[in-house]
């Protein structure tokens, strides 16, 4: 693991450290996705505007720079989840010796799909202005970044429930026999901990999202993300996605 170290060594506070650093990179993601306006057309499926490939730009320059770092060796992490999974190339550099903490039964788990739909559909409507200024290519390098931050942080999920398997396994091992997703989605529920993230969250896109000018006058505060909407970012999408990943990788993990 990057973060966690060794097996052994990978806790649940490791855990949880790793996760409020991922918090910080995620507001300053959506912050710089912001200074671009919709730029609608990197995501329209019908203007085909590279020869020879039939489908969005954005699909277009996510794939190629998956594949570019797939050689690199990103995907060999296991906190690392493409987008474009189908033909990527293999890694040609050595593989760093990440610790085997996930069960192999859930290490698979990639549900990138859905975060794509929420991020292009259902997100940036909600901190981007209308707009095109043609500057596509550093629009969707922003968008991956956003998308990469999301996908690190909900996919964690699995070695959440992994770790948390280990702690007690024999409060999970009943229902994951029974296929109970809803007795695990129980045991995973923590609403304490949830408002307490989401407060977290909002109040660093507080600080780190204000517009700072030389006056003195702090009545009119402007932020270049909303702070309600990276609080809602964590309570409609990233917290119940993580737990979607935490249930179905507890589904297979007695495979």
């Known amino acids: 693991m990057a973060e966690g170290g060794s097996g052994s060594e990978f806790t649940l506070d490791s855990i949880r450290k790793s996760l409020i650093r991922q918090e910080d990179t995620i507001v300053f993601c959506l912050m710089e996705r912001a200074r671009f306006p919709m730029n609608s057309a990197l995501y329209n499926q019908s203007l085909d505007l590279v020869p020879g490939f039939s489908g969005p730009l954005v699909d277009f320059i996510v794939q190629e720079t998956e594949a570019v770092q797939a050689k690199a060796g990103r995907y060999v992490n296991p906190e690392e989840n493409p987008f474009f999974p189908d033909n990527l190339p293999p890694s040609l550099v050595p593989n760093y010796n ?3 903490v996930l069960h192999p039964g859930g290490a698979s788990i990639n549900i990138n799909k859905a975060i794509w ?3 292009l559909n259902q997100l ?4 981007v202005v209308a707009g095109d200024d043609g500057d596509y290519a550093s629009t969707a390098a922003s968008d991956l970044s956003c998308l990469q931050a999301l996908s690190r942080r909900i996919h964690y999920g699995k070695f959440v429930a992994e770790i948390k398997f280990r702690d007690a396994p024999h409060d999970y091992e009943p229902p994951i026999r029974a296929k109970d997703a809803d007795e695990l989605m ?3 529920t923590d609403e304490r901990v949830e408002k307490m993230v989401k407060k977290r969250v909002e109040k ?3 600080v ?3 517009d700072v000018s030389g006056s003195n006058n702090t009545d009119n505060k402007h932020y270049k993300v909303d702070p309600s909407v990276v609080a809602r970012l964590y309570d409609e999408w990233v917290i119940p996605l993580t737990k979607r990943v935490e249930v179905e990788y507890l589904i297979r993990r007695l495979n």
Request: no cysteine; proline share 5%.
């Open 204 to 206: 660093k896109a507080i």
């Open 208 to 210: 780190f999202g204000q």
């Open 98 to 100: 990440y610790s085997q």
């Open 117 to 119: 739909d929420m991020y």
């Open 186 to 188: 129980k045991l995973l």
């Open 124 to 127: 940036l409507p909600l901190f």
